[in-house]
């Protein structure tokens, strides 16, 4: 084995543990950690935290505005819909269509772009132009149309809208790995790494990987928020996810109508995305910070 393959690969607790401590000394950050490790639980345990089934009907309480306001009842809450549903327990079983897909969507396409990224970006000659001409005409269409696109062709359901998402997110993911790679592959150190006779798989294991993780954790956190964005316009849109699903889009799409009547049917689900996407940008952010202190 190398020497300098030994020495990176001693040197990497040590690089881990730096990173951690930096990444908790952020408060900003571990205000994101804890909030998206709230997110994961409510896609995993919010229909059981539920307190009435997202379908469950009260009659006589349609409207019912927070437990706060003088005519809230504690029974609900958040309150409740035009229908009589408790708004708590839709918002909560409303995280695993919204947060959860965009997650399993997010996962997919950095499996993906990582793959066609890094051989696109090792590639030269008339292949890498191919891809990279291909790539600019995806990169034209904003992802929201192209999401649309698909959609309307497979038509309106959850499954459909995660998969749009997913073509909608990919190509600019891809961009951003195969240059990054491409041009690491162009800078000294690698090239003489090359010339001392490393591999290919060895250069981007121990050099090029975690010199291109902080633009990675960037593209990841963007993609998330996108995903989860996306996921819900296309619920909004009634394109996604289809009522009665708890989906926060759909919910927001389904009671824009009573916005002057009951404006917390609109807010409520409103607050929910705004709060994901804030502690997603959060936990990105310090991530991102950290692991470019610590690999410096």
Known sequence: MPTDKIYAEKQLPSAL???????????????????????????????VLAPYGIDQQFLG??????????????????????????????????????????????LWATLFALLLGVLAGITRGLRSAILNHILDTLLSIPSLLLAI????????????????????????????????????LEKEYVVAARL??????????????????????????RSLSLAILDIAALGFLDLGAQ??????????????????VA????????????FSVLMINLLGEGLRRAVEAGVE
């Open 17 to 47: 543990r730096n990173t951690w401590r930096l990444f908790y000394r952020n408060t900003s950050a571990m205000v994101g950690l804890y909030g998206f490790a709230a997110l994961l639980l409510l896609c995993v345990f919010g229909g």
């Open 263 to 274: 404006p917390w049917t609109v807010m409520l689900p409103g607050a929910a995305l705004m």
């Open 196 to 221: 001392d006779g490393a591999s290919n798989v060895d250069l981007l294991w121990h050099a090029i990987l975690p010199n291109v993780l902080p633009l990675l954790i960037t593209e990841v956190t």
């Open 61 to 106: 309480y349609q409207l019912l505005p927070p437990s706060w306001s003088h005519y809230g009842d504690v029974s609900f809450f958040l309150g409740t819909d035009d229908l009589g549903r408790d708004l708590l327990s839709r918002l909560l079983s409303g995280a695993a269509p919204t947060v959860g897909s965009a997650i399993l969507v997010t």
């Open 149 to 184: 696109i698909v959609v309307a062709f497979l038509g309106p359901r959850l499954e459909h809208a995660m998969l749009a998402v997913l073509l909608a997110l990919l190509p600019r993911m891809v961009r951003e790995i195969y240059f990054a790679v491409h041009d690491e």
């Open 243 to 260: 009522l009665p699903s708890p989906e926060w889009g759909a919910m927001l799409g389904d009671s824009l109508e009573l916005i002057y």
